[in-house]
């Protein structure tokens, strides 16, 4: 972003106003950047992503026949989602909040939601903030992709181990066969999902602005 685009970007905050979406080249802005002070539409937005967020987290679904204990939850979505529409922090915040109720069930489960959620959306989020297009929005979840991927499989022989009365090593020789298809499937569907209804989303947004 530019200074002057940064500076513009302070005086829409400061103003209440909402600058509006550019659809020939597909960029948005909700008018709610990680710029400027914490306004109260800016507060009851996050939070109600966070709530989303922590809908979507009870939804689990067995979408790998090889392996039907590991579940899917569409929170991820969520948070892109989030990080799309109102930056890096606000992926952060709905990423950490979101699996918030876990942390008194599943703890150990919950740890690895939050660290793939941010490891997915904080980097989507960033490369999306610095180009904002439908291909900047697809490099991100790339990367992001990328990035969670890695802190799943690491996060599973790190954590796992720890609840799951598994070693390491019965940890490890899951990852080819089961875990790395799973994770690949799931950071798929988020992308894809994410893709399809971000512009709806955001244009509702920029309706209720």
């Not at 970007?9 to 909700?30: E, F, K, Y």
């Not at 709530?51 to 939804?59: D, N, R, T, V, Y």
């Not at 790998?64 to 939850?73: M, N, T």
């Not at 490369?127 to 992709?145: D, F, H, N, P, Q």
């Amino acid at each position: 972003m530019s200074q002057s685009s940064a500076m513009q970007s302070h005086t829409d905050a400061d103003h209440g106003t909402t600058a509006p979406s550019n659809h020939a080249t597909g960029t948005h802005s909700t008018g709610v950047a990680d710029h400027g002070r914490w306004s109260t539409r800016r507060i009851a937005m996050y939070a109600l992503f966070v709530a989303l967020a922590m809908a979507a987290s009870l939804i689990e679904l067995p979408i790998f026949p090889a392996a039907p204990w590991l579940k899917y939850d569409p929170s991820g979505i969520v948070c892109l989602i989030a990080g799309f529409a109102f930056g890096p922090y606000a992926a952060a915040i709905v990423s950490v909040l979101g699996f918030l109720p876990h942390m008194f069930t599943s703890p150990w489960g919950a740890l690895m939601g939050v660290l793939v959620a941010l490891a997915i959306s904080v980097p989507a989020s960033l490369v999306y903030r610095r180009k904002r297009t439908r291909g900047g929005a697809m490099a991100g979840m790339a990367l992001g992709m990328a990035i969670a991927l890695v802190v799943a499989l690491v996060s599973n022989l790190l954590v796992t181990p720890l609840y799951a009365h598994m070693t390491v090593a019965q940890v490890a020789a899951m990852i080819v066969p089961i875990l790395l298809p799973f994770n690949l499937l799931k950071f798929a569907i988020h992308a894809v999902v994410t893709f399809l209804i971000y512009k709806p989303v955001t244009a509702l947004i920029d309706r209720a602005a």
